[in-house]
């Protein structure tokens, strides 16, 4: 049986982590902290990039979660941008509580409409700790006490501590083992071969003549991989498009 979550050493943890044979089973062993700990859920989520696009645009954050309400998830896709714990995320290092973020005056109406959809789930508070992984990628790990826990406070009081230790050891073993790649992440935008390879000669200061005579295809052609490119990366030109993309690594 796992040591208790206030007890267990990093090693112990770091030993438990790279024992697992996947993410999937890593995020069990994640929410078996979480209810060890007083918690009701747990989510964890990861980007491999800098979440915040050259034109400030936010990549979408997917939750990867445990124990969590059925049909959540439903309408939470108007919220994966704009979602005010992960914005809150890049204030500080330490740490986030919910109740504090909901305390912001700043919170825009979206922002506090996705508050009340989590709140309307029993879902209104929880603790989250961000890690901003070097290369500029992004990793976050929320523990949750939802509207059947009668002691939040102490589970609060006794949590913030070791919830911190925990996401770091935590994303670091993963991170070892290579499970990244296994960590769902939001669908923000898929280019075609032939989109990218445009893009990645237009990167190198072609012009769309001068793509069309290397690709050996008509100047329309590659004029509308291009336009396609552009409007699936949501940018306004073509400079913009190409920012996007080599900021996703997709060229």
């Given at each position: 049986m796992l040591a208790s979550a206030f007890q267990i050493t990093n090693t112990e943890l770091r030993d438990r982590v790279m024992a697992?044979?996947?993410?999937?089973q890593a995020l069990n062993l994640l929410a078996e902290l979480a209810t060890d700990m007083g918690f009701t859920q747990a989510l964890y989520g990861y980007?491999?990039?800098?979440?915040?696009l050259p034109?400030?645009?936010?990549?979408?954050?997917?939750?990867?979660?445990?124990?969590?309400?059925?049909?959540?998830?439903?309408g939470w896709q108007e919220f994966m941008k704009i979602d005010p714990y992960y914005r809150a995320c890049f204030e500080g290092t330490l740490?986030?509580?919910?109740n504090e973020v909901r305390k912001d005056p700043n919170l825009?109406?979206?922002?506090?409409?996705?508050?009340?959809?989590?709140?309307?789930?029993g879902l209104s508070r929880g603790i989250t700790v961000p890690v901003h992984l070097?290369?500029?990628?992004?990793?976050?790990?929320?523990?949750?006490?939802?509207?059947?826990?009668?002691?939040?406070?102490?589970?609060?009081?006794?949590?913030?501590?070791?919830l911190f230790r925990v996401m770091h050891v935590f994303t670091k073993a993963i991170l070892d083992c290579g499970y990244e790649n296994q960590i769902e992440t939001a669908k923000f935008v898929h280019l075609t071969p032939r989109e990218k390879e445009c893009l990645t000669w237009a990167s190198a200061g072609k012009t769309s003549s001068e793509i069309a005579q290397i690709l050996n295809r008509s100047v329309e052609t590659v004029r509308l991989h291009i336009k396609n490119s552009i409007a699936k990366l949501d940018a306004t030109n073509r400079s913009q498009a190409i920012a996007n993309a080599i900021h996703l690594g997709l060229i």
């Open positions: 697992v044979d996947d993410f999937q980007i491999p990039v800098a979440p915040k034109n400030g645009d936010w990549i979408p954050l997917k939750l990867n979660v445990r124990n969590f309400p059925k049909d959540w998830e439903d740490p986030i509580e919910w825009t109406k979206t922002q506090l409409k996705a508050c009340d959809y989590l709140s309307d789930f070097p290369f500029r990628g992004f990793a976050v790990m929320s523990f949750i006490a939802d509207s059947s826990r009668q002691n939040w406070e102490e589970v609060r009081a006794r949590s913030r501590e070791p």
